[in-house]
């Protein structure tokens, strides 16, 4: 069998396994004796051992059994979890990880024996090989206990259709069976394999009916058992033996049925009358019955049995998009000329708001199909939060919330690594020692806190810690050490702009490089990426106390709702996400503090940026006129954006301006407008 084409599906399904293992064995550390633990351990292992065999990785599919092998013999008693253990099983995580990378890099796994791996495993079950004898005995026990529960079949009650079709199949000369399935107690997916089974079934006959209802075997509403009664032409050897085929089917029972005490007098009568006719018409109600059931059971099992989703490539979702953004463009089109001369009738108008209802609605499904819980990232990191204790030698708990919220797909694959960066640097450089913490009263164990929360039309990622909080005063002297800054300009410094140095490319307080950290490749990395993805970060500090960064970042990356102003006679776009409010101010409330024009708005003094000095455009305003000011929010800051006009508000295409023009950091992007005009896309973050 050619397995190439299962490839894709095989890495993210080992992906998924990897990480449920990684959740579960970090459980387990805290609770040994967590039975369900334990089961979801030993399940997890099994299947990833059954698609590496599957796929022909036999080196993966090796050490994935000796890791089921030790997890039967913790579910049957015989070895306790300890903490040896666990740590064996980490590395036999990473090991498996390694497998995988290999296989997505070349489709081979390498040839990585790991042998030391697997002889701890066999130490762990105490002898060499140990194969589980409760296991083996149970084992042998069982076709006993099948014959016990076989002729559940009996049970089975026909309504009159079913009899009707299953004596007129034995008229026909046709067999009927009664069929017990008994599914492996392992088995993770019982509803697929059922699936599986009445597929291979209809290949020698057809099913009549089956206890539980196909509807319920569909929906998993049965225990490891469910029978059949089955009409075939073939023998009941080849239908138990292609049940017995499918994988996870422990084994199955029948034999043929006396139908007779299914079929009623009348039907009998009716059917002996219509075989002596030699009549090949079937009574139109009992063929509707028929038909009915045929259906009912076909559309019953033909059904998706499991999570109705579909894995989707990205490329094929940016496809979309892009189709969707080119609507989105022809839809402002035609609303700029539905405003010129002899466009202005109501039919014309009634498209246009129909189309824009229908190109928002497009856009947000399409949106929604991106979306992806940010949980995909964040859950890698109990374990690595773990490891880092060991290896710092620091006690230490992670603390997530809002794992649930959802980001762009593509954003979620681009924020691990600063969000990995910001946590080892909470682990390395925030928390303190043990032995500091007690001095200062705090808990010997330190906090590490990652929690993500939605803000608008952003998402908010907060990682910190309880531990020292920055010390500003070391990063000054840091900086003027490594003449980042001077002693002057150190001096009249404000203690936000001291701890921007941080993000200063190479920059690091650390007084010993480690593997963790202190390279001086960490904030300057995490701020790079997360603009990138038109994110910021902020930092919050109290020294002994703590620090905490927080990003923000947009929902989207691709269409957005702007505010369309207009500065200098050019047409500008501000995103909608960044507005506050909109004011009209006298010239005469302008203030100056510190040589810069600042309003008092509600009690808030608010600095003002004229934005055409910043474009270096001449504004179309006169030195007297009332300003248009455009109040803009970067986390707790505000600012007034002073522009000559508004527009009004749009929905706008983002475009990348290219790897050309990527200097002019207050430029995001451009779009085109309806009229074919580019636009060019305010940054409100740089600005600011």
């Not at 959740?23 to 990833?48: C, G, K, M, W």
């Not at 006396?258 to 009716?270: A, H, R």
Request: glycine share 6%.
């Amino acid at each position: 069998m050619d397995v190439s084409q299962y490839l894709e599906i095989f890495i993210d399904e080992t992906k998924e396994h990897l990480q449920n293992l990684n959740t579960q064995i970090l459980e387990l550390e805290q609770d040994p004796e967590n039975e369900n633990t334990v089961n979801e351990i030993f399940r997890a292992a099994h299947s990833l051992k059954g698609m590496a065999g599957t796929m022909g990785y036999k080196r993966m599919q090796t050490l994935t059994h000796d890791m089921e092998n030790v997890f039967s013999e913790v579910r049957n008693g015989s070895i306790k979890v300890n903490s040896e253990m666990i740590d064996i099983l980490f590395q036999c995580l990473d090991a498996l990880d390694e497998y995988l990378t290999n296989i997505q890099q070349s489709a081979d796994e390498g040839t990585n024996e790991n042998e030391a791996l697997i002889k701890a495993l066999n130490e762990q079950m105490g002898a060499k090989g140990a194969e589980a004898p409760k296991e083996k005995k149970a084992k042998e026990a069982e076709p006993a206990q099948v014959t016990e529960r076989s002729k559940k079949w009996l049970e089975i009650k026909l309504d009159d259709s079913q009899k009707s079709v299953i004596s007129r199949a034995a008229a026909q000369g046709e067999h009927i069976y009664g069929v017990d399935v008994i599914v492996q107690e392992s088995c993770l997916l019982k509803a697929a394999r059922a699936f599986l089974v009445f597929k291979a079934i209809e290949k020698y006959g057809e099913i009549i009916v089956s206890n539980p209802s196909a509807q319920d075997i569909e929906d998993e509403k049965f225990e490891l058992e469910f029978s059949l009664i089955v009409v075939s032409k073939g023998e009941i050897s080849q239908i138990l033996d292609a049940v017995k085929n499918v994988s996870e089917i422990e084994d199955a029972v029948g034999e043929a049925l006396d139908v007779s005490e299914y079929i009623p007098e009348e039907t009998k009568k009716q059917e002996t009358a219509i075989v002596e006719s030699g009549s090949s018409e079937v009574p139109e109600q009992t063929k509707t019955d028929a038909a009915k059931t045929k259906e009912k059971k076909q559309t019953a099992v033909s059904k998706p049995v499991v999570n109705r989703t579909v894995r989707v490539d990205i490329e094929k979702l940016d496809v979309l998009m892009n189709l969707v953004s080119e609507l989105i463009i022809a839809k402002n089109s035609l609303v700029s000329a539905s405003g010129t001369e002899g466009n202005k009738g109501t039919g014309f108008n009634e498209q246009i708001e129909y189309l824009e209802s229908v190109t928002t609605n497009l856009h947000e499904s399409v949106m929604k199909v991106r979306m992806v819980p940010i949980e995909s990232v964040v859950n890698k990191f109990p374990r690595m939060i773990r490891d880092l204790s060991k290896k710092l030698n620091k006690k230490m708990e992670l603390y997530m919330t809002g794992e649930e919220t959802e980001l762009d797909r593509t954003v979620v694959d681009e924020i691990g690594d600063p969000l990995m960066h910001l946590l080892r640097n909470s682990a390395d450089h925030g928390l303190e020692s043990a032995e500091i913490r007690r001095q200062r009263g705090k808990s010997e164990t330190g906090s590490i806190f990652l929690n993500a929360y939605q803000d608008g039309n952003n998402v908010v990622i907060e990682v910190g810690d309880d531990g020292n909080g920055i010390d500003t005063e070391a990063v000054k002297l840091k900086a003027i050490e490594r003449g980042v800054i001077t002693p002057e300009q150190a001096e009249n410094m404000a203690e936000k702009d001291i701890i921007d140095l941080l993000f200063n490319a190479g920059f690091s307080t650390a007084k010993v490089v480690s593997d963790v950290s202190g390279r001086g490749v960490g904030l300057d990395v995490v701020k790079s990426k997360i603009e990138s993805l038109s994110g910021e970060v902020e930092v919050k500090t109290k020294l002994g106390i703590g620090s905490t960064f927080i990003i923000r970042l947009p929902l989207t990356l691709a269409i957005i709702q702007a505010l369309m102003v207009v500065v200098g006679g050019e047409k500008y776009a501000i995103s909608l996400g960044s507005i506050q409010t909109l004011e009209d101010i006298p010239v005469s409330d302008i203030k100056l503090v510190q040589s810069k024009e600042v309003i008092n708005l509600r009690e808030n003094v608010i600095p003002l940026i004229r934005v055409n000095e910043m474009l270096d455009i001449e504004s179309a305003k006169g030195p007297d006129d009332n300003l248009m000011v455009v109040i803009v929010k970067k986390g707790d800051k505000l600012a007034g954006l002073v522009v000559d006009d508004l527009i009004g508000q749009q929905e706008i295409v983002i475009k990348s301006l290219g790897k050309y023009i990527n200097k002019c950091k207050i430029i995001s992007g451009a779009t085109i407008l309806g009229d074919g005009e580019v636009a060019l896309i305010l940054d409100t973050n740089a600005m600011l």
